[in-house]
C-alpha cells in the first residue's frame, strides 16, 4: 500500500487480465478504511501493517482457514452439514436440458446459416 502511495508500479503478475481491475478496486477500498480508521503514515509499510493488525487482523491475511475462522475476504464459516465430491457437484454436459450450439466458421461464406445470407445482399 505505500508502495502505491508512493507512485510506485505495483505488479500483479500472477492475476489473470480480468482480475486486476477487481484486486486493484479492493486494494484501494482497503486503503480507504485503514486510512480512515486508522493511524496510517501512508508512505510507510510497517504503519500500513500495524492498522490492518489493528482494524483487521493478523489471521484475516490467511488465504484458507480451518471452519469457524476468518480468511482473506471471508467471514467465519460453518462445519459442512454433508460431505460432497467435487465430481457429484459437477454437472456434466449430456444432463443439461438443452443442446449446446455448433461452433461454426462464420469466416466462410459457404458455411453460413441461410438468416445470415438473408440479412446481407452481398452474400447472394
Do not use: C
Not at 482473506?72 to 462445519?79: I, S
Not at 466462410?108 to 447472394?124: V, Y
Amino acid at each position: 500500500m505505500a508502495e502505491a502511495v508512493r507512485g510506485d508500479i505495483i505488479d500483479l503478475p500472477m492475476l489473470a487480465a480480468h482480475q486486476r481491475g477487481p484486486a486493484v478496486t479492493v486494494l484501494s477500498i482497503l486503503m480507504h478504511v485503514l486510512a480512515r480508521y486508522g493511524q496510517v503514515n501512508r508512505e510507510d509499510e510497517a504503519s500500513w501493517a500495524a492498522a490492518w493488525d489493528q482494524l483487521i487482523g493478523t489471521e484475516a491475511l490467511r488465504l484458507s482457514a480451518p471452519h469457524g475462522k476468518v480468511a482473506f475476504l471471508q467471514p467465519p464459516t460453518n462445519e459442512p452439514s454433508s460431505q460432497q465430491s467435487i465430481e457429484a457437484a459437477d454437472l456434466p454436459i449430456r444432463l443439461l436440458p438443452f443442446r449446446p450450439r455448433q461452433q461454426r466458421d462464420y469466416r466462410d461464406r459457404d458455411n453460413t446459416s441461410d438468416w445470415t445470407k438473408a440479412r446481407s445482399p452481398t452474400f447472394h
